[in-house]
């Protein structure tokens, strides 16, 4: 994949992930200034964690607050590529290159409000399914990305960036047009229950554990203390983006686009001083 390739799928991302601010804009117009019906959004079943389920009512003031913070992390999603992308011209580095894929890929989960909306006008449930299939979809490729981004910060030496990438959008696709989705349970957090659970937990801890684990690795063979820093910047965008789809409340959210901001941040500070030592 040359260089204009990659800068041209950058560009793409960007105007997707500014789209999909649109969307976001449009729905929070028609959902809360339109004395749109909301009361069905004050009687939804909490999701605090995985296989924890409870009957939590929420006030309409939640529900504005969420809607706020869900503006809060779509603009640090679509801030965070633009730092990373100065970065990635210093180091033309695949692991920076990646990152940012993770990026565009966690702006799906500003379709939570069309959700919503799609929920209240009680339109035909497929719909509703077909977006939370979506942001699931977005959810995996991004953590998929950072699988990837990390074997790069680990020396993985491949470099067809077309292939990995057609792989992540693949296989992203793949799971979520197969996993089972509950129709009759539609969750705070504004997506529906997802089938499976014990899997699904299975593969995002598995996949948890290898990120770290290439970044530990790399720094017992290379010697290299800037790995073992850079795992604990990976460990914390990984942190952000676990909490982040069981995140309702303003603590828990802001503590997600905090971790994912700063791992970012340090991670390519270390990376810049793997390939720029000096």
Known sequence: MTFRLRKSIYISGFILSCIIFGILNAFVYLLLFKNHDISALSSLMSHPWWFRYSEAAQKVTQIYRYTALLYLFHISIILAPVYLYRQYKKTDSAEIYFLIMFFFFMSFESLRLPSAYIYTMELPFTIGITVTRIIFFGQTAALL????????????????????????????????????????????????????????????????????????????????????????????????????????????????????????????????????PF
């Open 145 to 276: 990305s950072l699988f990837f981004s990390s074997l790069y910060a680990a020396k993985f030496k491949y470099q067809k960036y077309g292939i990995i990438l057609s792989v992540i959008l693949l296989s992203s696709f793949i799971l979520a047009a197969s996993i089972p989705v509950d129709p009759t349970v539609f969750l705070n957090n504004f997506t529906y229950k997802l089938g499976i659970e014990h899997s699904l937990w299975f593969f995002s801890y598995m996949l948890f554990f290898v990120i770290l684990s290439n970044l530990i690795f790399a720094f017992i063979h290379m010697r290299n203390k800037r790995f073992l820093y850079a795992s604990g910047s990976y460990a914390m965008i990984l942190g952000g983006f676990f909490i982040f789809p069981f995140a309702v409340g303003i603590y828990s959210i802001v503590s997600s686009i905090i971790l994912m901001l700063t791992g970012t941040y340090f991670s390519t500070r270390q990376i810049e001083k793997i390939y720029i």
